[in-house]
């Protein structure tokens, strides 16, 4: 019996160093592939910036292709949590105090994480098909499942064409302004990740949406 008991509790730190371990692998990754496009990035960079043994990391991913797919499965899944809770409590206010406040708790977020849309950014821009990276089917799922909820906490009385519009439009100038913060701040004479650059992606992502928000919003407001 104490032999089981000692076999379990060995099992279940196994399991637990298991789980420490490859999350470490996907953190490394996480950093690898947001500085370097996925055909570019190899598993000794990753082993290298996680401070590990690069073939540790073939023992939980046998291929680099496994790896990204499973961090590009991560960051859409913290992205679709993290957009729930940016929502949060918009439906009550008018666009004018909801739309700041969504691209406040927006901007926190992926400055916090630029990791998620530096890595779209890297590869969208060297593939002639995105379908041939791994994972990458899980973007246009995100999207989706991220335009239902938008739908869901936000009452709009426009049709499909119009909402697919702007959200799309706001998704690809916000994967521009952050997944490629460095070139449009230096185009800007700005620091990528000062409050100076955060402001003016602010500032502009309202100018550009808010009075669109609101045509969605009241169509017949003038």
Sequence with gaps: MKKNKNEMRGNANN????????????????????????????????GKAGGFDHQLIRYYFPAKAELFEAVVAQICEEYFQGNISWLEGLERMEPREGFPL?????????FKHPEALRIVALNSTRVGDLSDLPGYHHIPKLLAKTRRTF???ISLRAGPEEVGMFINSFNSIVIFYLGSSSCQAQVLGMDPDGNEYRKWVKDTLTYLFLPRLEKLIFPDKK
């Design 151 to 153: 739908e869901e906490k």
């Design 102 to 110: 969504y691209i406040d708790r927006f901007l926190d977020y992926n």
């Design 15 to 46: 399991l637990k160093k298991g789980k420490i371990t490859r999350e470490r692998i996907l953190q490394a990754a996480l950093k690898v592939f947001s500085d370097h496009p996925y055909h570019a990035a190899s598993i000794r960079m990753i």
